[in-house]
């Protein structure tokens, strides 16, 4: 038992103990791995206590870095939206661009008349951002005031359009060029005689063969021959207003056509009751015959 070492283990219960003995090598080996497990904990507690230290001088930095990136997603979230708003700037004022085109094709004036200079797009188009303007408030401010403009806009076309459609249906120009030979209402009988008759619309002198124009959009209700008016053309525009076109050489068009205004319906001639060449025109509103130069005036080519 000469150089060894015996480690008794005592229960506190008073029962078997255990013995473990260790050679002298043992013994150092024993004490070199508690030094070194002290020198592993040792080392362990200091690594802790430096990371503490450090992770405590480094926390107004690390708030500070939180609070920056906190800015940076605000900043980008601000950047988004003025660009969703940039977008929708731009898309207004092609829009309004759009409206005011189609408004002075319509209305047959300069895009200049309109309230909205094509630098006022530019200005609004290329605002930049800046942190100390009040951006948000501006871009709300300029969408606001093109959605207005835009419902204003878009007011006068629909009017425009509906006003445009109401003239375009209206018989405001002549048939043919030509001279007025006989007006509308009762005339002595061209036939000779003292006897005199209703004439129920105008009669224009012209050139045989001279082209006939539709003096409204309509469709045509009937095409074709009269005992009276020989080649016949009758025109329903809408709204109760109904124009004829008599003695006629040739016939353009047929029944259920639909016909723009200014279109070339027919060509002058002499078919029918009638004395000479010339174009017998005339017009029904709600089913009465009407003077056809109430919706025309003569002096003034559109």
């Given at each position: 038992?000469?150089?060894?070492?015996?480690?008794?283990?005592?229960?506190?219960?008073?029962?078997?103990?255990?013995?473990?003995?260790?050679?002298?090598?043992?013994?150092?080996?024993?004490?070199?791995?508690?030094?070194?497990?002290?020198?592993?904990?040792?080392?362990?507690?200091?690594?802790?206590?430096?990371?503490?230290?450090?992770?405590?001088?480094?926390?107004?930095?690390?708030?500070?870095?939180?609070?920056?990136?906190?800015?940076?997603?605000?900043?980008?979230?601000?950047?988004?939206?003025?660009?969703?708003?940039?977008?929708?700037?731009?898309?207004?004022?092609?829009?309004?661009?759009?409206?005011?085109?189609?408004?002075?094709?319509?209305?047959?004036?300069?895009?200049?008349?309109?309230?909205?200079?094509?630098?006022?797009?530019?200005?609004?188009?290329?605002?930049?951002?800046?942190?100390?303007?009040?951006?948000?408030?501006?871009?709300?401010?300029n969408s606001s005031t093109l959605a207005a403009h835009i419902s204003l806009l878009q007011k006068y076309y629909e009017a425009a359009v509906q006003q445009k459609e109401q003239l375009d249906h209206t018989p405001s120009i002549l048939p043919v060029q030509g001279q007025i030979?006989?007006?509308?209402?009762?005339?002595?009988?061209?036939f000779g005689g003292w006897s005199s008759e209703f004439h129920n619309g105008i009669d224009i002198a012209c050139n045989y063969g001279t082209p006939v124009l539709a003096t409204a959009d309509g469709i045509v209700t009937f095409a074709g021959w009269n005992s009276v008016y020989?080649?016949?053309?009758?025109?329903?525009?809408?709204?109760?207003?109904?124009?004829?076109?008599?003695?006629?050489?040739?016939?353009?068009?047929?029944?259920?056509?639909?016909?723009?205004?200014?279109?070339?319906?027919?060509?002058?001639?002499?078919?029918?009751?009638?004395?000479?060449?010339?174009?017998?025109?005339?017009?029904?509103?709600?089913?009465?015959?009407?003077?056809?130069?109430?919706?025309?005036?003569?002096?003034?080519?559109?």
């Open positions: 038992m000469k150089n060894k070492y015996t480690i008794i283990l005592i229960p506190p219960d008073q029962s078997s103990t255990h013995q473990f003995q260790l050679s002298k090598r043992g013994r150092k080996y024993l004490g070199a791995g508690l030094l070194l497990f002290g020198l592993i904990i040792i080392g362990i507690f200091a690594q802790n206590l430096y990371l503490s230290h450090y992770i405590k001088e480094l926390q107004p930095t690390i708030v500070h870095i939180d609070q920056l990136q906190s800015k940076i997603e605000e900043r980008d979230q601000e950047i988004s939206n003025l660009t969703e708003k940039s977008n929708q700037v731009t898309k207004d004022l092609t829009e309004i661009t759009n409206l005011e085109a189609k408004l002075s094709t319509i209305l047959k004036i300069h895009p200049s008349t309109f309230a909205t200079p094509l630098s006022r797009s530019t200005n609004l188009a290329t605002q930049s951002y800046t942190p100390s303007t009040p951006q948000t408030q501006t871009s709300a401010s030979s006989s007006s509308f209402g009762y005339r002595r009988n061209p020989g080649r016949k053309i009758e025109i329903d525009h809408g709204n109760g207003i109904i124009t004829f076109y008599g003695h006629n050489s040739r016939l353009l068009v047929k029944n259920g056509d639909h016909i723009k205004k200014f279109a070339v319906i027919a060509y002058s001639g002499n078919s029918g009751r009638s004395t000479g060449s010339h174009l017998h025109y005339g017009a029904i509103v709600n089913g009465k015959n009407t003077d056809s130069l109430t919706f025309t005036n003569p002096t003034k080519e559109e």
